[in-house]
């Protein structure tokens, strides 16, 4: 069974330009995470959807973040205008409502904004 | 504020021995608990769950829940050097969220 994929694997942009990362759940998962891991905030939830619908967005930093989920297989996180402290690993991850709780998580992306 | 707390260590232990890592959590209504391994450069891996109260065994790893406490712990049994990474426990709040600790780096010294 694939996990969790998501590209690309590395992002270098520089500041002010605009980047998609993109995100293809677990086959049968009805839930998807976006997160972001720094070593000085650690992981942070940034939004997640439960059948493509977006339930919470508290943890999006600001309006430069969106995020969408258009199907069941694939959801994008765009910054625009990107700047150097969005230089983070940005995960996503599926899990399958009711089951828990448990969440699988892609190999993330590193993103550096210079 | 929904919080989950670990030390961050790092926890140092020789190998074959048993490793000890913690988390304390703040919502009694939290309802099931996530340990997560994540080596250097890596991606979160769910190792272990656990939703009642007691024990929960899987090879060498054992949950521990005590929600009277609202206390979690993994026990690591015969620690090896290929044990050593960051150990991340997740508590589920509501709905399917996680709320994450911010880990404890594990090494297991041969």
């Known amino acids: 069974d694939a996990g969790v994929i998501q590209s690309p694997r590395h992002e270098v942009t520089e500041m002010g330009q605009e980047v998609t990362l993109r995100c293809k759940p677990i086959s049968g998962h009805n839930s998807l995470f976006w997160y972001r891991q720094t070593m000085m905030r650690g992981l942070e939830l940034l939004i997640y959807?439960?059948?493509?619908?977006?339930?919470?967005d508290s943890g999006m930093p600001e309006d430069r973040f969106s995020a969408k989920m258009p199907n069941a297989s694939f959801s994008t996180l765009k910054i625009q205008p990107s700047e150097p402290r969005d230089s983070a690993v940005y995960f996503c991850?599926?899990?399958?409502?009711?089951?828990?709780?448990?969440?699988?998580f892609g190999p993330g992306t590193r993103l550096t904004v210079t | 504020q929904k919080e989950v707390e670990q030390n961050s260590g790092p926890l140092s232990v020789p190998e074959g021995a048993i490793a000890s890592l913690n988390c304390t959590y703040s919502?009694?209504?939290?309802?099931?608990f996530f340990w997560y391994r994540q080596y250097s450069g890596k991606s979160p891996e769910l190792i272990m769950f656990i939703y009642s109260n007691g024990d929960k065994e899987d090879g060498r790893f054992t949950a521990q829940l005590n929600k009277a406490s609202q206390y979690v712990s993994l026990l690591i049994r015969d620690s090896q050097p290929s044990d050593s990474a960051t150990y991340l426990c997740?508590?589920?709040?509501?709905?399917?969220?996680?709320?994450f600790g911010g880990g404890t780096r594990l090494m297991v010294k041969p």
């Open positions: 959807f439960n059948n493509n619908v977006p339930i919470d």
């Open positions: 919502d009694r209504g939290s309802q099931s």
């Open positions: 991850a599926s899990s399958l409502m009711g089951q828990g709780g448990e969440q699988y």
């Open positions: 997740a508590v589920n709040n509501a709905g399917n969220m996680l709320t």
